[in-house]
C-alpha cells in the first residue's frame, strides 16, 4: 500500500514537470512607500537554484513589472534596487526576496489573457539614509547628471552596493539597512556627454544611525589636449567603420586623477580628452589603446584654458610569436585535445635588461574562444615580451555561507583523451626577430597520483563545502625562495559519502584545506574550518584525507585601543580586524566604539591555543602589536588590546636634473630633517629623473619593530627605472620623530651597545644588511646605499616600556634536527620565558615553552641561550621572547626561519 502510494506521487511530479504549460505574461504590481510607483526600478526571476530566468524594468507609466513566456513552477521573485541606475527613488529602498509559484490553477491566473499576476510589492524606505551632495569645486554649486556609486567596505562574498544618477540639485540618497555595520566608497563619475566634470571618491564613509550626509567636491576640467595618431611614416591613421581608439591620461603619482576619451570609425583617429589643470601648469602622461598596434605614451604640461594638439606614433607588429604547450619531457600537446578556451596575454616588460631604453607600450593577447586561425600573437621585433595563459574553465569562484572563502585557479585541466595536466602560473620571456615566428611555449606538468579528502561537520557526518590543495614547496640551497608558490587546485564537495578525489603529480608533499559550507571564515558562527593537514602522495600512489571542522562554543570580547584619535574624515579610511590562527583560524572585522576604541568578538572552539592580533587602519596612520597567546575557555571572556602608533604614510614624487646633485625631502624636511642626496650624474640620462619615495614613519618603540619604512624607486625620462648605484653610491639620512618616545635617537644614555642598521626588505627573511655610516648630533642616521629598494631602519635599544626588557631580536639557528634560540637582554630580569613555534602555512601546529636563565660575560653582557627539537614535517620556524616577571612587557619574536627541505629522490 505504502509503495504504491509512493510511486503514484513520484507519477504526479514527473507528470507535472513533463506537461508544465508556458504562461505568455507574468506581472507584478510594484510600488514604494505612500503606494508611488516606481518606474524603472528593476526585479528578478529565479529559478530554484539561485538563476536568473528573467530579469525587467517596471513600466515607466504604472512601475508594474512583466515577465514573459514563463513556464508554470517554483521561482523567486528579487527585487534590485542597487542597479536600478535610472530610477531616482529606487536606491533609498530595501530589496524583497519572496518565493512564488506560477501556476494556470491559480485564482491569480487570467486565461482570457493568458496572464498570472503576483501578488503585489511594497517596498519600504530604509531608515539609515545617504544623501550624496556633488558640488562644483570652484562655485560649490550641485551639479546635475553625475553618476554616483557606493560599494560596502567588507570581506563578505556580496557588498552591498548602491548606484544612481544626482537630481537637479546635485544629489543622490541610498538607504543602508540596520544590519550592514561596514563603511562605504563613494565615488562620482560625470554620464554627460562631453564630459565636464573630473571623477573623485571618498574611500571610507562611515554609516550613521538615521541620515548620512556625503559632500564630494568634483573639479571642472579647463582644459583640452588633442591627440592626432600617426603611423611611422607621420602619416595619420584613418579607422575603419567598427574600429575605434581610447585615450587615457593620468597625473604621475596620483592614481585618482585619470581621464578618458574615445574615438569611433570610420574617420581620422583623432579625439579630444578634456583635462582638469592647476593654476601654473599641470603635468599628464597619455597613451592610447589600437587593437593591434603599439604605442610610446607621451608627457606634456598644461595651464588651465589651454589647448593643446599632441601626435602619437602608433607602432604595427612585425612578427609573431606561437603558442605552445608541452609536457615536461617536451612533447607538444594538441591545443584542441586540451578540450578548454585558452586565453594568453603579454606586456612589454620595461625591467628586463634587453627592453633598457624601451618606452614602448604593447599588450597583445589571444583567446581561442575568438579565434579560428594559428594560436599565433602579433608582437614588435626587437622587444622582449613577458607572456602568462590561463584556461577559462579552470576560473571557479565559490564562497562559504556568511564569508568569502575566495577565487581559486583550479590549475588542473582534464584533456579529452584523459590525461590530467597542472597549469601552474608561469611567466615565459619570448621574443621575435622582424617578419619571423618564434615559439612561446608554456609547460604543463602531468597528474600521476591521487588525493581523495572527505570533509565533514564538526559532528563527524559528511558535509559540502569546498576542498582546497596546495603543492609545497621544496627549496634547495641557494635556490630563490617564494612563498607559497606551486599547484593549487580546487574542488567542490557535495558532502557524499567518500569525498572527492583530486589528482595530482605524485612525489610532492600538499597541503590540503577544507571550507565546509556552513563555516564562517569571517564573523560568528558555530562551525570553525578544519585545521589544514600535510599529506606526502607517493609516485602512481594514493593517499586519504579526513577534515573534520570544530564547533565553535566560545566567545571572545576584544576591545583594541589605539594610541591616538581617529579624526574619521581622511580620504584613506577607517577601519580594524582582529585575526585568530590556531585550530580553526577566523577573523572579524572591528566596529568603532569611539575615537581611539575598537572592538568585536570572536567564536573559537574551546580549549585550544589562539594567537589573536589585530591591526587598525586611520587615514595615513595605522596600528599594530604583539599577538597574544589566549587558552580559549568555554563560554565569554573578555581579551583587551592595546595597539602602539604603526605607521603614518608619506607618498612624495620629486623630479629634478641629473646632471646636478640633488637632495630629497623625505617627509617634512622642515621637523624631521630626513633626506636623500643623489650625486651629479649618478644616473646616465641627461634629461629628467623622477624619484618616487612612499615612507611609513611613526614606528613603535619596540625592539622588534622598525622605526622608520620607505621604499625608493627612480626612473628615468623614458620611463624606464634605475636600481644600481654602485658606481656613484647615494646617501641616505634617515632622522627620528621626537614626538614620538622610543624612536632612533631617544635611547637610554647608558645604552651603548645601540647598534643601528637599514635592512633590505624588512618584512621577509632574506635582505643585506647596511650598517649605520654615522650618527649626527640630531640622532639622524647617515647610510651609503648603492641600489634603491625597499628599506627598514632597526635598531638594538632599550624598550621604554621597563628595565627588564629583551633587547633586540630572538635569533633562530637550525642544525639538523636541534633549533638554537639565542638572544640578548638587558636590566635585572634573571630569567627569560621563550615559546618556540612550528608552523605550517602560518598555521600553529605545535608550540613549546622554555624559561631559560641569563648569563652574564666577563664585560657585563647580559644574553641567554636554549634549544628545541625541530619537527620533521616544519616548514618555519619563529621564537618569542620576553624577560620574567615583567608584567608590562610583551612577547618579542624573531623573523620567520623557514626550513629547507630535501628533495626526495
Not at 222 to 245: H, P, Q
Not at 353 to 359: F, L, Q
Amino acid at each position: 500500500m505504502k509503495l504504491s502510494f509512493f510511486c503514484s506521487l513520484l507519477f504526479l511530479s514527473l507528470v507535472t514537470s513533463a506537461f508544465a504549460e508556458t504562461v505568455t505574461t507574468v506581472s507584478l504590481p510594484l510600488s514604494g512607500p505612500q503606494d508611488q510607483s516606481l518606474p524603472l526600478a528593476y526585479v528578478e526571476l529565479l529559478d530554484g537554484d539561485g538563476d536568473i530566468v528573467s530579469g525587467a524594468t517596471a513600466s515607466e507609466s504604472t512601475g508594474e513589472v512583466f515577465f514573459y513566456s514563463i513556464e508554470e513552477g517554483a521561482y523567486q521573485i528579487a527585487t534590485r534596487m542597487a542597479i536600478s541606475s535610472d530610477c531616482s527613488e529606487c536606491a533609498v529602498l530595501i530589496d524583497v526576496e519572496r518565493d512564488v509559484i506560477i501556476s494556470k490553477d491559480s485564482s491569480r491566473y487570467d486565461d482570457s489573457t493568458d496572464t498570472f499576476t503576483l501578488e503585489a510589492i511594497q517596498l519600504e524606505a530604509a531608515t539609515r539614509i545617504v544623501t550624496v551632495s556633488v558640488v562644483d569645486a570652484a562655485n560649490e554649486q550641485g551639479v546635475e547628471g553625475i553618476y554616483v556609486s557606493a560599494f560596502e567596505n567588507t570581506f563578505d562574498d556580496e557588498p552591498l552596493y548602491r548606484s544612481g544618477i544626482t537630481n537637479d540639485d546635485g544629489e543622490f540618497s541610498f538607504g543602508v539597512p540596520d544590519s550592514v555595520t561596514s563603511s562605504f566608497g563613494v565615488s562620482s563619475y560625470d554620464a554627460n556627454s562631453p564630459k565636464q566634470y573630473g571623477d573623485t571618491f571618498a574611500p571610507n564613509v562611515a554609516i550613521g544611525a538615521s541620515t548620512t550626509s556625503v559632500r564630494l567636491e568634483v573639479d571642472a576640467l579647463n582644459s583640452t589636449v588633442r591627440f592626432t595618431l600617426k603611423n611611422s611614416a607621420d602619416e595619420a591613421i584613418t579607422l575603419e567603420d567598427g574600429e575605434f581608439v581610447s585615450f587615457s591620461c593620468f597625473v604621475p603619482g596620483e592614481f585618482d586623477q585619470n581621464y578618458y576619451g574615445f574615438v569611433n570609425g570610420p574617420g581620422e583617429a583623432t579625439g579630444d580628452i578634456r583635462l582638469f589643470a592647476e593654476e601654473g601648469g599641470t603635468e599628464f602622461t597619455c597613451s592610447v589603446y589600437l587593437e593591434d598596434s603599439a604605442n610610446a605614451p607621451v608627457t606634456f604640461t598644461i595651464e588651465p584654458d589651454q589647448t593643446l594638439e599632441r601626435d602619437i606614433e602608433v607602432v604595427t607588429p612585425d612578427a609573431t610569436l606561437e603558442i605552445v604547450f608541452q609536457d615536461t619531457e617536451g612533447n607538444e600537446i594538441d591545443m584542441d585535445d586540451l578540450g578548454t578556451e585558452i586565453d594568453v596575454g603579454c606586456w612589454v616588460d620595461l625591467f628586463l635588461p634587453e627592453n633598457e631604453g624601451s618606452a614602448i607600450e604593447h599588450f597583445p593577447n589571444y583567446s581561442s574562444q575568438f579565434s579560428d586561425g594559428p594560436a599565433v600573437l602579433s608582437v614588435l621585433s626587437g622587444v622582449t615580451y613577458s607572456c602568462w595563459y590561463y584556461f577559462q574553465e579552470s576560473f571557479e569562484s565559490f564562497s562559504v555561507r556568511g564569508g568569502k572563502a575566495g577565487t581559486s585557479v583550479r590549475s588542473l585541466v582534464s584533456s579529452q583523451s584523459g590525461t590530467d595536466y597542472i597549469s601552474d602560473f608561469s611567466i615565459v620571456n619570448a621574443s621575435a626577430t622582424s617578419g619571423a615566428t618564434a615559439p612561446l611555449p608554456f609547460t604543463l606538468r602531468v597528474a600521476n597520483a591521487t588525493l581523495r579528502v572527505s570533509l565533514l561537520d564538526f559532528q563527524g557526518q559528511d558535509t559540502p563545502g569546498w576542498i582546497s590543495v596546495t603543492e609545497q614547496v621544496e627549496f634547495t640551497p641557494g635556490e630563490e625562495e617564494q612563498d607559497d608558490f606551486g599547484f593549487f587546485t580546487g574542488k567542490q564537495s557535495f558532502g557524499a559519502p567518500g569525498g572527492v578525489e583530486i589528482p595530482v603529480e605524485g612525489g610532492k608533499t600538499y597541503f590540503v584545506d577544507g571550507f565546509p559550507e556552513d563555516a564562517q571564515f569571517g564573523g560568528n558562527g558555530s562551525t570553525l574550518i578544519p585545521a589544514g593537514v600535510e599529506v606526502f602522495v607517493a609516485s602512481n600512489g594514493s593517499e586519504e584525507v579526513v577534515l573534520q571542522a570544530l564547533q565553535a562554543d566560545a566567545t571572545v570580547n576584544i576591545t583594541v585601543n589605539t594610541t591616538i584619535s581617529a579624526d574619521g574624515d581622511d580620504d584613506l579610511g577607517s577601519g580594524g580586524f582582529c585575526y585568530a590562527h590556531g585550530a580553526g583560524s577566523t577573523y572579524i572585522e572591528l566596529s568603532q566604539r569611539d575615537s581611539s576604541t575598537y572592538e568585536g568578538s570572536l567564536s573559537l572552539a574551546s580549549g585550544r591555543e589562539y594567537f589573536i592580533g589585530c591591526q587598525v587602519v586611520d587615514g595615513e596612520n595605522f596600528f599594530s602589536g604583539s599577538e597574544v597567546e589566549l587558552q580559549v575557555a568555554e563560554g565569554e571572556q573578555d581579551l583587551s588590546i592595546e595597539l602602539s602608533t604603526a605607521g603614518a604614510y608619506i607618498n612624495q614624487y620629486v623630479c629634478f636634473d641629473a646632471t646636478a646633485q640633488s637632495t630629497i625631502p623625505i617627509g617634512d624636511n622642515e621637523e624631521n630633517g630626513s633626506q636623500l642626496i643623489v650625486p651629479a650624474n649618478a644616473i646616465a640620462n641627461s634629461g629628467t629623473v623622477c624619484v618616487e619615495i612612499k615612507t611609513a614613519e611613526k614606528y613603535s618603540p619596540g625592539q622588534h619593530t622598525p622605526s622608520n619604512v620607505l621604499e625608493i624607486k627612480a626612473f628615468k625620462s623614458d620611463g624606464t627605472t634605475v636600481t644600481d648605484f654602485s658606481n656613484s653610491p647615494l646617501n641616505l639620512k634617515l632622522c627620528p620623530d621626537e614626538t614620538v618616545p622610543g624612536q632612533v635617537g631617544d635611547q637610554n644614555e647608558d645604552d651603548e651597545g645601540s647598534v643601528y642598521g637599514l635592512s633590505e626588505d624588512p618584512n621577509q627573511e632574506n635582505g643585506s644588511w647596511v650598517p649605520s655610516s654615522e650618527t649626527d648630533a640630531d640622532g639622524c642616521e647617515q647610510f651609503t646605499v648603492t641600489h634603491l629598494s625597499f628599506y627598514g631602519l632597526f635598531g638594538n635599544r632599550s624598550s621604554q616600556n621597563g628595565s627588564c626588557s629583551v633587547v633586540g631580536r630572538p635569533k633562530v639557528q637550525l642544525r639538523g634536527k636541534k633549533a638554537i634560540v639565542r638572544g640578548k637582554i638587558t636590566g635585572d630580569a634573571s630569567q627569560v620565558v621563550v615559546r618556540f613555534d612550528e608552523t605550517r602555512k602560518n598555521r600553529s601546529v605545535k608550540t613549546s615553552r622554555k624559561s631559560v636563565r641569563i648569563k652574564t660575560n666577563k664585560k657585563g653582557k647580559k644574553s641567554y641561550r636554549t634549544t628545541f627539537r625541530a619537527g620533521k614535517k616544519a616548514r618555519r620556524l619563529r621564537a618569542y621572547a620576553k624577560a620574567e616577571g615583567c608584567s608590562d612587557t610583551s612577547f618579542i619574536s624573531s623573523r620567520v626561519k623557514k626550513v629547507k627541505k630535501k628533495k626526495r629522490q
